[in-house]
């Protein structure tokens, strides 16, 4: 390894050990967050920033985008768990989720949103523990691994890093064809795959080459370079035939207007 990237990764693993992620705990029994209370605030990289006694609270709070961590108890009054999942995935992808719950017939329901684990009620301590100790880790390896890269500066290879349940994939920018909203999730189709993340269409745009990229709709991003055809769909709509495709992408009348002034030039 070079000197500069070891000094780096030195860099890296102490920012790591000094760091607080910040969590939110969410559950309408009072013993239940003094228990969440005590255990989180005994962790030296963590910092309990709100507590919610009901789902309404969440939905209130002025600062989700701030938290890392979410434990959340699943059946809540005025919003249950999972609802206030999708609302704080929709705002930060990257944060984890985890239920907390007396009711086992909700995993599946949980693990369909990404959560990181699901601790059915009365846990056990230990149990707790070992959830923290593998998200924490989870945690520093993303960070070491993209704090790395970000120093390397490496602006040739030009790939999307997406997460989703399953991990993290790196898409040749090249190869998208379209991406779009889907039944809440956000789906990339290239030449000869797909990929589905809760990454919102927005966060997505800003990592995306702006000269190859065009959000058409508020649902639709395309890859420039692939458009075959465009025909009316209505008073103020068309559809993009695209490359490679059966999928078609919907265009608005002020992006059309754009679109022709990109391929004057």
């Not at 989720?97 to 059915?120: C, G, K, P, R, V």
């Not at 649902?219 to 075959?228: H, K, T």
Request: glycine share 4%; aromatic share 12%.
């Amino acid at each position: 390894m070079k000197y500069w990237e070891n000094q780096k990764l030195l860099e890296i693993d102490k920012m790591v050990n000094n760091m607080k992620l910040k969590v939110l705990i969410a559950d309408d029994e009072n013993g239940m967050r003094n228990v969440l209370r005590k255990l989180i605030n005994k962790r030296k990289n963590l910092e309990l920033i709100f507590e919610a006694k009901d789902g309404m609270e969440i939905f209130k709070f002025s600062e989700a985008s701030k938290v890392d961590i979410a434990f959340l108890d699943v059946d809540m009054p005025q919003r249950n768990g999972v609802e206030c999942a999708k609302m704080l995935i929709d705002i930060n992808p990257k944060i984890f989720i985890i239920f907390i719950t007396a009711h086992s017939e909700y995993m599946m329901e949980a693990f369909e949103m990404y959560a990181f684990d699901y601790l059915i009620k009365p846990f056990r301590i230990d149990r707790f523990n070992k959830t923290l100790d593998r998200l924490i880790e989870t945690y520093k390896q993303n960070f070491g691994y993209f704090k790395l890269h970000n120093f390397k500066g490496n602006k040739k290879l030009k790939k999307l890093v997406i997460k989703n349940k399953d991990g993290v994939n790196f898409v040749d920018m090249d190869e998208i064809i379209l991406i779009q909203r889907e039944n809440r999730s956000t789906v990339l189709y290239t030449i000869s795959n797909r990929f589905t993340t809760s990454e919102g269409l927005s966060i997505i745009e800003q990592k995306l080459d702006a000269s190859l990229f065009l959000r058409t709709h508020k649902s639709y991003i395309i890859n420039l370079s692939m458009i075959q055809k465009i025909n009316p769909y209505g008073r103020w709509t068309y559809t993009i035939t695209l490359k490679d495709t059966e999928k078609d992408a919907l265009l608005t009348h002020e992006k059309y207007e754009l679109l022709q002034e990109i391929f004057s030039k």
